[in-house]
């Protein structure tokens, strides 16, 4: 298999939507591998605050795992906030983050979120 091409990964993520703002492929250890902010936004957050929030990101995939056998396995977390929506999907090997302004309707995000995961099925 072919090695993954993140750059164009996230590039097509942050092109699924108008409203999408980031969009980040992080490994199991939440190093960022590929990300790519939307043209014309600006980030909500430092660099280093991007860097520590994908830690953050990798160590709650752990935590979660603790209760696959129980409840299942996580398909996708959704973070509402007041400045921005999250989303984070798991792959087998890495992990997808990516945000979006919050006014989005839950369809919209529901339609982005089987889409992208279409899209990074194999990664």
């Known amino acids: 298999m ?3 091409d993140f750059l164009e990964i ?3 993520i942050i092109g ?3 409203q999408m703002r980031f969009a980040a492929v992080i490994d199991h250890k939440g190093k960022i ?3 790519i902010m939307k043209a014309g936004k600006t980030s909500l957050e430092s660099q280093k605050e991007e860097e520590h929030f994908c830690k953050q990101v990798a160590q709650r995939r752990l935590m979660r795992k603790e209760f696959d056998r129980s ?5 996708y977390v959704h973070v509402e ?3 921005v929506s ?3 999907i798991y792959t087998r090997r890495n992990i997808v983050y ?3 302004e919050p006014e989005m309707p839950i369809s919209t995000k529901i339609r982005l979120i089987t889409r992208i995961k279409k899209i990074t099925a194999e990664i």
């Open 10 to 12: 996230v590039q097509k």
């Open 81 to 83: 906030r007041e400045k």
């Open 71 to 75: 409840l299942g396995k996580v398909r």
């Open 98 to 100: 990516f945000a979006m």
């Open 33 to 35: 591998k590929e990300a």
């Open 16 to 18: 699924l939507d108008s």
């Open 86 to 88: 999250q989303m984070v």
């Open 2 to 4: 072919a090695k993954p």
